[in-house]
């Protein structure tokens, strides 16, 4: 069974700038896979950020970023700021109408 | 704007039924393909099932296959989840989503609604 991995919690500074990565247990993440990006606050639905790798949904802010970064899928923030203190989930199509979600970063900024 | 609106969640017993609905507002629902997604409380999200615009192709994750089934009515610009032998591990916010492209896309969602709470419990 395929499993998308995402580091459990990571941390930046206010101004910093962090990147997130989403993989796979066996073999490397492409532009094949559609990743995509989604945040979370506690209480809150999750929102978009990018699908199709790269692109931004509506209303996103130009310091976040989608990419492939080597064999993974990469969500890069410039410039963090305290409200993007937040889970990160990303998702993986894997094609015959099935997605999988990663288990989520919680960013923490400070 | 663009809006999803889930209902229908509600306590219910193990073993039990529960059919989910999602109102669809301020896009042309019909030619979108839609999701669900739960989240358990405390947990990660979790993809459920997806249907196609026209409703022909369905998809669903193991976890829920043969218990849960979705559909939608386009007249309706409704989309829903039926939920049978519902069991503890079934406790969750549901959400429904849509897809950002118009036709057979499966692969993202750009809209989520707020959620419905469905718990499982004797």
């Known amino acids: 069974q395929t499993v998308v991995t995402q580091e459990p919690s990571f941390s930046v500074s206010p101004g910093g700038t962090v990147t997130l990565t989403c993989g796979l247990s066996?073999?490397?993440?492409?532009?094949?896979?559609?990743p995509s990006w989604y945040q979370q606050t506690p209480g809150q639905p999750p929102r978009t950020l990018f699908y199709?790798?790269?692109i931004r949904s509506s209303g996103v802010p130009p310091r976040f970023s989608g990419s492939i970064l080597g064999n993974k899928a990469a969500l890069t923030i410039t410039g963090a700021q305290a409200d993007d203190e937040s889970d990160y989930y990303c998702?993986?199509?894997?094609?015959?109408?099935?997605?999988?979600f990663g288990g989520g970063t919680k960013l923490t900024v400070l | 704007q663009v809006q999803l609106v889930e209902s229908g969640g509600d306590m219910v017993q193990p073993g039990r039924s529960l059919r989910l609905s999602c109102a669809a507002s301020?896009?042309?629902?019909?030619?979108?393909?839609m999701h669900w997604v739960r989240q358990a409380p405390g947990k990660g999200l979790e993809w459920v099932t997806v249907i196609s615009h026209d409703g022909d192709d369905k998809y669903y994750a193991d976890s829920v296959k043969g218990r849960f089934t979705i559909s939608r009515d386009n007249s309706k610009n409704t989309l829903y989840l039926q939920m049978n032998s519902l069991r503890v591990e079934d406790t969750a916010v549901y959400y429904c989503?849509?897809?950002?492209?118009?036709?057979?896309?499966?692969?993202?969602?750009?809209?989520w609604g707020q959620g419905t709470m469905v718990t499982v419990s004797s």
């Open positions: 998702m993986l199509y894997m094609g015959g109408g099935i997605s999988v």
């Open positions: 199709n790798t790269n």
């Open positions: 989503a849509k897809v950002p492209y118009s036709g057979n896309y499966f692969a993202a969602f750009d809209i």
């Open positions: 066996s073999g490397s993440v492409s532009t094949s896979y559609h």
């Open positions: 301020a896009f042309t629902f019909s030619s979108y393909v």
